[in-house]
């Protein structure tokens, strides 16, 4: 999704760690969290370690943030998904194929 530094943090991790809302809202605007080819369950699970890491540093403004604009994303890869289906670029089964077959 994003690079990371040598303690394995983002740009929006270290952000959230030190609860910079307005740098964390900034970088949610931005990209900082890339949907293009990724998986729903991957985006789940970055965004499960966002409101953990908000949760553990007591930053409940932004763990609402979060989990507000987790929906959306949800939304945006679901319409994306549509679309794909109806300009015929949507390929389940090669994907799956690759997958079996360790690509």
Same mark, same amino acid.
């Given at each position: ?10 740009? =929006?991790?270290?952000? +959230? ?10 970088? %949610?605007? !931005?990209?900082? $969290? #890339? ?10 699970? =970055?965004?499960?370690? +966002? ?10 403004? %932004?763990? !609402?943030?979060? $989990? #507000? ?35």
């Amino acid at each position: 999704f994003t690079s990371k530094d040598v303690d394995g943090y983002s740009p =929006l991790m270290m952000a +959230l760690r030190e609860g910079r809302n307005n740098v964390v809202v900034m970088l %949610l605007d !931005n990209g900082a $969290i #890339r949907t293009k080819g990724s998986c729903v369950s991957d985006v789940l699970h =970055l965004f499960s370690q +966002l409101v953990q890491l908000s949760a553990k540093q007591g930053h409940l403004s %932004l763990m !609402n943030e979060i $989990i #507000r604009r987790r929906e959306d994303y949800l939304v945006d890869m679901e319409l994306e998904t549509e679309r794909e289906k109806k300009s015929g670029l949507y390929k389940p089964d090669k994907i799956a194929n690759e997958s079996a077959d360790g690509v």
